[in-house]
């Protein structure tokens, strides 16, 4: 039977049942091809079947990586701009984790949505990925994950299971000097303050609840003790006691801030430091989680890194990082901090 299509202005006729109105995968890996052998470096022969070789791997690798409507993307000038940058980068380099950091940058850049805040900084993180060193890349994965992550742990096994898993791999090739803490702030991927940021310190901000030796119902202020003790759990440390829930200080504070405490945050604000466990206690147990982690606060703190705080590319840097060494145990998307 013959079928007739009427359409108006502006309109696509579609017949059949498989239809790709977007590019292909041979149609991406051609633009790709053609923004590389376009704009390289005229090489001896030999550097460039080198240099094409590592091109080609780098391209074929972030293809296989991407979803297929990401390859619209392709047609982006500023894609291809930042394509041909990486691509050179890896052509030169041929330095493998160079080489996954800028095809996790680049993906990233390709799957998200143009502007804002975290389009400008995976395009200045992949401008800056080759300037710095896999020991600075760590250095900054660190100080992400002491300064700026909360892990999800409502245990101390849960806890000290999820520092094995995610903290032991990256600390491992902590080796910064004040030196490359300089570079790195210079690099735009850090600023260097006067505040101590110490391992022992950041961990008890960010999980009181779970260095705490708690306290006794008796401890809570009588006019408050009505109040206060139904958001109180037993003591992860010590049955005996109670504590408040596991959060962060700055979510038992915003607790404390709700209208049903009225005339009462100040009790339940002063509760949070009661039975917390010092800096150098909470270090001393990070120290025997892992062996790795054995001198890793003597070496954090040893150094300017317990001073510095991460700037939006130094954070897509490490975010990137992380995600590509920890895999699953690593999962969160960018957005959560840069946005």
């Given amino acids: 039977m013959r079928q007739a299509q009427r359409s108006g202005d502006n309109s696509t006729n579609i017949q059949g049942e498989v239809v790709n109105l977007g590019l292909s995968y041979r149609d991406a890996r051609e633009i790709a091809k053609d923004v590389y052998e376009e704009n390289i470096t005229k090489f001896t022969d030999i550097a460039r079947n080198v240099a094409s070789e590592r091109a080609q791997e780098f391209t074929d690798k972030l293809l296989s990586a991407l979803p297929m409507e990401a390859l619209e993307t392709l047609k982006d000038p500023d894609v291809q701009r930042s394509l041909f940058h990486a691509q050179q980068e890896y052509a030169c380099s041929g330095e493998k984790d160079l080489g996954d950091l800028l095809i996790h940058l680049l993906s990233d850049k ?41 892990l999800g742990v409502e245990s101390i ?18 080796h910064v000097s004040n030196s490359d803490l300089a570079y790195l702030e210079y690099a735009g991927c850090l600023s260097i303050s006067a505040f101590d940021n110490a391992v022992g310190n950041m961990f008890a901000t960010t999980y ?22 139904p ?39 002063r509760l949070i430091d009661v039975g917390l466990m010092s800096g150098e206690q909470i270090e001393q147990e990070v120290s025997g989680i892992h062996p790795t982690l054995a001198d890793f606060a003597k070496k954090y703190n040893g150094s300017r890194l317990k001073n510095c705080q991460l700037t939006a590319i130094g954070t897509t840097l490490a975010h990137t990082n992380l995600k590509r060494v920890l895999g699953e145990h690593f999962d969160t998307e960018l957005d959560i901090w840069v946005n």
């Fill in 110 to 150: 390709m799957k998200g949505p143009k502007g804002g805040i975290k389009a400008l900084a995976l395009s200045e993180a992949l401008k800056t990925a080759p300037k710095v060193t896999s020991s600075h890349i760590s250095a900054l994965s660190v100080l992400m994950l002491i300064t700026q992550t909360k």
């Fill in 208 to 229: 009181p609840g779970l260095f705490t030796n708690g306290f006794m119902p008796e401890n809570i202020a009588e006019p408050s003790r009505a109040t206060v003790m």
């Fill in 157 to 174: 096994e849960a806890f000290q299971e999820s520092m094995k898993q995610i903290l032991a791999p990256i600390a491992e090739d902590l």
């Fill in 231 to 269: 958001i109180t759990i037993p003591c992860l440390r010590d049955p005996a006691n109670v504590q408040l829930p596991i959060m962060t200080k700055g979510e038992l504070k915003e607790l404390a801030g709700q209208s049903v405490f009225q005339g009462h945050a100040q009790e339940i604000t």
